[in-house]
């Protein structure tokens, strides 16, 4: 019986497996992705929080009350200077039930803002990643798979992009289309849509992916099995689907953190600069925008959606780190011009 039992094969488990049990025991990795999942949560939940609060993030309150020991208190209150902040506290404020971290300059709830303008942050930095990626890992593909003329076309257009600042770009890119929006064909997308920063975060870091893919393809592309395929006549398309990209996959994984950290960034940028997100919609970029005035009387207004952003940043980069070890320890895959 015992030589039955040691004859019989043990099982083996696959490298994705392998690569997630890796990636369990990184706690700061873990940690990391629990806090980002946190902050998604709560900026998902904002709905809840202003239909709970009862108050609105996008209209001006200038005649709201909010009650303070039993009495009703404006949250705006008009002076000599004209109408300025009343006496809506700083925060936190839980017993007042809604103004959690007060109010800013147009009487708006800045934590109904910050939780509205968390989600437009993620839902812009998110559908820019899918952009960029898609785009990025179809011109790499293609321009490394066939070679040649198409090659030589995708690379010079890549490198185009390359050439300038992300930011500058950005910005370039945004004043040019933040007054008429984009008409191209059939495709219109109107002035202050969210698909504007989107489109225009997805298109300059469309480099950044594609360049690493092309290079992982030009490799792949001499290995025996693509060769093999040629030679028995198998479709381009269909070595590009079934061959090449699943030996990229672990790759465009550990682009999507880094790229939504990047994403992030530059999407608060544009927004701060009022390129962005428009108003009433709200970000992180605009809140921290509205709250440069009220720095030194209502500093929670502009540091508290500072701090999300630096959070969330900081724990995307960190649990992108922990996945590419856990993917691919010798990957040397970074978004940067190095």
């Not at 025991?25 to 980002?36: G, N």
């Not at 509205?290 to 701090?307: E, F, I, M």
């Amino acid at each position: 019986m015992s030589s039955q039992v040691a004859a019989m094969p043990r099982k083996t488990r696959g490298p994705w497996a392998v690569a997630f049990a890796k990636l369990a025991t990184d706690r700061a990795a873990m940690a990391s992705l629990a806090v980002f999942l946190i902050i998604v949560l709560a900026c998902f939940s904002a709905p809840l929080y202003a239909k709970w609060a009862g108050t609105d993030p996008f209209a001006s309150t200038l005649d709201a009350v909010i009650q303070v020991d039993g009495a009703d208190v404006p949250v705006m209150e008009q002076s000599t200077e004209g109408l300025g902040l009343g006496y809506t506290p700083i925060g936190p404020t839980w017993r007042l039930g809604n103004y959690f971290l007060g109010a800013d300059s147009q009487g708006r709830d800045v934590m109904a803002r910050l939780l509205f303008g968390g989600l437009n942050s993620l839902l812009i930095a998110g559908a820019a990643t899918i952009f960029t990626l898609i785009f990025g890992t179809l011109a790499g593909l293609i321009a490394g798979y066939f070679g040649g003329i198409t090659d030589t076309v995708l690379s010079r257009l890549l490198d185009v992009l390359w050439a300038f600042p992300i930011y500058l770009l950005a910005i370039s890119l945004s004043i040019v289309t933040i007054a008429q929006g984009i008409a191209i064909g059939p495709i219109e997308i109107q002035s202050g849509s969210l698909w504007l920063p989107i489109i225009i975060i997805g298109i300059v870091y469309i480099p950044y992916v594609a360049r690493p893919i092309r290079g992982q393809v030009l490799a792949l592309r001499h290995s025996e099995f693509v060769l093999a395929a040629i030679n028995l006549g198998v479709p381009g398309w269909r070595i590009l689907l079934r061959d090449i990209l699943p030996n990229i996959t672990t790759t465009l994984i550990v682009f999507v953190p880094l790229m939504m950290a990047l994403n992030m960034l530059t999407e608060s940028a544009l927004s701060f600069l009022s390129i962005g997100v428009q108003p009433p919609a709200a970000s992180w970029g605009t809140i921290i925008q509205d709250g440069q005035a009220l720095l030194y009387t209502r500093p929670l207004v502009a540091l508290v959606p500072g701090l999300a952003i630096a959070v969330s940043v900081m724990a995307l980069n960190v649990f992108g780190d922990g996945l590419r070890d856990a993917l691919d320890p010798r990957s040397k895959v970074r978004l940067g011009r190095d």
